[in-house]
């Protein structure tokens, strides 16, 4: 069946440092692939997508590129700060077959001042 | 434009016990989803509603159901309360013609004892 793996938390870094997460998913055909932020005590906020292959998703200096040929979906940001800390998902959906979003199991990221 | 709001934000329960929860949509958004978040994981999918129709069912037993009303709001019903439906129950809404991204709401946090 479609998954979504993304590397295991928590990640910690310190202000300005340069951040990668990675995400690889299982999936036939061409699913949309996302990125999902969950502030502490909130829901989750779309941060990027991607539709198709080759597309990059940019948001809030987020960075993330659809890789079909390896499967993958990272998530950069060249410079984190503080106000980045919180829980980042890794997800896919077919967007124009159904509405449901497979989810991976999250990353929490702590940034240090 | 009011956002997918979802009420209660938080309550607790006695195994056996019913819940309901509820969630208003985006306004002009047709399509709603369910999802559970246990803690420390991502959410798992649990109903899609469209045009009040149920379009898709996760691996839930039947004591979880929902409906969807004219007006597009959504409840979720559990019934017989487990320990395990603990957990924080995330509204989506999205303009299913467009299929572009869901909207989550701020969540329900439930708690059994």
């Known amino acids: 069946g479609n998954s979504v793996t993304q590397m295991e938390g928590p990640v910690t870094l310190s202000e300005e440092a340069f951040l990668t997460i990675n995400c690889t998913y299982t999936?036939?055909?061409?699913?949309?692939l996302f990125w999902y932020v969950q502030y502490p005590g909130e829901g989750l906020q779309l941060l990027l997508k991607a539709t198709k292959a080759d597309d990059k998703g940019s948001n809030k200096g987020f960075e993330a590129t659809y890789r079909k040929e390896t499967t993958s979906f990272h998530l950069e940001k060249g410079s984190v700060q503080v106000s980045d800390s919180a829980v980042y998902f890794c997800?896919?959906?077919?967007?124009?077959?159904?509405?449901?979003?497979?989810f991976g199991k999250g990353t929490r990221l702590h940034i240090l001042p | 434009d009011a956002g997918v709001t979802q009420s209660p934000t938080h309550l607790i329960k006695t195994r056996g016990q019913q819940v309901t929860l509820r969630c208003s949509p985006i306004s002009g958004h047709k399509s709603v989803s369910w999802y559970q978040q246990v803690l420390g994981q991502g959410p798992q999918f649990i109903f899609q509603?469209?045009?009040?129709?149920?379009?898709g069912r996760g691996n839930f037993p039947d004591r979880f159901s929902a409906r969807q009303f004219p007006n597009y709001s959504s409840e979720l019903n559990v019934n017989a309360l487990l320990l395990g439906d603990s957990a924080l129950y995330l509204c989506?809404?999205?303009?299913?013609?467009?299929?572009?991204?869901?909207?989550f709401g701020q969540g329900t946090r439930l708690t059994v004892v």
């Open positions: 509603y469209y045009e009040k129709e149920e379009r």
């Open positions: 989506a809404s999205s303009n299913a013609d467009s299929h572009i991204e869901a909207f």
């Open positions: 997800a896919l959906s077919y967007m124009n077959r159904d509405d449901k979003i497979i």
């Open positions: 999936a036939t055909g061409y699913p949309s």
